[in-house]
């Protein structure tokens, strides 16, 4: 018995992110809906789990898109 594959529902989806630049302070939208991030007190760092990834401090870190 072969079960097909079913992609997840994306209904309500407002934004996607990779968090996979590595550099800059923007993060694309994979969702398809254009709402691009903005990255603010955050640093990258190239040893995240999966490549680059952002290092927050706890303090006043944020990721801000035009969605919310």
Avoid: K, M
């Avoid at 407002?14 to 955050?42: P, Q």
């Avoid at 040893?47 to 706890?58: E, H, K, M, Q, V």
């Amino acid at each position: 018995v072969v079960q097909p594959f079913a992609p997840p529902s994306t209904a309500g989806l407002v934004a996607a992110y990779a968090f996979g630049e590595g550099i800059g302070t923007s993060l694309a939208d994979a969702s398809g809906n254009g709402n691009a991030g903005s990255i603010s007190g955050a640093a990258w760092t190239p040893s995240g789990r999966y490549g680059p990834a952002l290092s927050f401090d706890g303090v006043c870190n944020c990721r801000e898109s035009s969605g919310d």
